[in-house]
């Protein structure tokens, strides 16, 4: 089980819902995932349409809905459509988002931070994506946020766990959950993220744009889950020698 603030989950698998061709599919692998929290981007929803096809399926499942402030370029941007996502889903969580450049997406440290503060400050749950900064996510930690959410790469790219290095260093550090988010394209590179010891990912290009994504979600699922089963089982040590699992002399003294 994975708590964040005072929600308790029994999946540490997250998704999204962009990118899936119609909401009923959306619908179904999020249903696969069994996925407990999703994040629904505000700048998707019209302000004042609770008609919006995406919340319609959504409020269909059990799940913990995460507004974004995907598209926000700077902490004024992220902070107006965090209150929009609060008005519109009657929730005081947000994943903040704050992404200036559009060709890669990394997200604004510093805006980041400051949107975050202030967020935080007006009583939100801030679940803030971030670069795999260690030194970012204990600032952001300390300002009061739950968890923290730094990237294995860029958005959508699917190039998997290129920041891992320091994400054990973050995993090391940190006092909060940490969710890899961003970046995951293969459910094995999930089940790595987990026996590194991260509490959680977050994946939706990966399943969305999969040929048959309802059955990705589940591939995902697993992976997780397994993933997790092994950091807790405790993976044994990495050596650069051979080191035999059992006696190579004794029984040829004889000869």
């Known amino acids: 089980m994975l708590t964040i603030h005072d ?3 029994s999946s540490r698998l997250f998704t999204g819902t962009g990118k899936f061709s119609s909401p009923e599919l959306m619908q179904q692998a999020i249903s696969a995932s069994g996925s407990e929290l999703v994040t629904v981007a505000m700048k998707r929803v019209r302000d ?59 997200p604004d440290p510093t805006e980041t931070l400051r949107a975050a503060e202030q967020l935080v400050a007006d009583g939100f749950i801030v679940l803030p994506y971030c670069s795999a900064d260690p030194v970012l996510c204990k600032r952001l930690e300390e300002a009061g946020c739950p968890a923290v959410m730094p990237l ?12 891992a290095p320091f994400l054990d260093i973050i ?15 293969k459910p094995s590179e999930a089940m790595a993220a987990m026996e ?8 939706n290009s990966a399943i969305a744009s ?8 589940q591939a995902f699922a697993q992976a997780v889950a397994t993933g997790r089963a092994a950091f807790e089982a405790g993976l044994g040590s990495v050596t650069q020698k051979a080191n035999s699992s059992s006696p190579l002399t004794g029984f040829l003294d004889a000869l």
């Open 7 to 9: 929600k308790t989950f």
């Open 48 to 106: 004042n349409e609770r008609a919006d096809p995406t919340l319609a399926a959504l409020s269909e499942l059990n799940i913990t809905l995460l507004p974004n402030t995907s598209g926000a370029r700077n902490a004024q941007e992220a902070v107006y459509a965090a209150q929009v996502g609060r008005a519109l889903l009657d929730t005081n969580w947000v994943k903040l988002e704050i992404h200036p450049d559009q060709r890669y997406l990394l």
């Open 152 to 163: 294995g790469a860029p958005i959508g790219s699917n190039q998997g766990l290129l920041t």
């Open 171 to 185: 995993v090391e550090q940190a006092s909060v959950p940490v969710i890899v988010d961003a970046g995951i394209g």
């Open 196 to 203: 590194m010891g991260v509490d959680a990912v977050l994946v």
């Open 210 to 217: 999969a040929q048959a994504p309802v059955v990705m979600a």
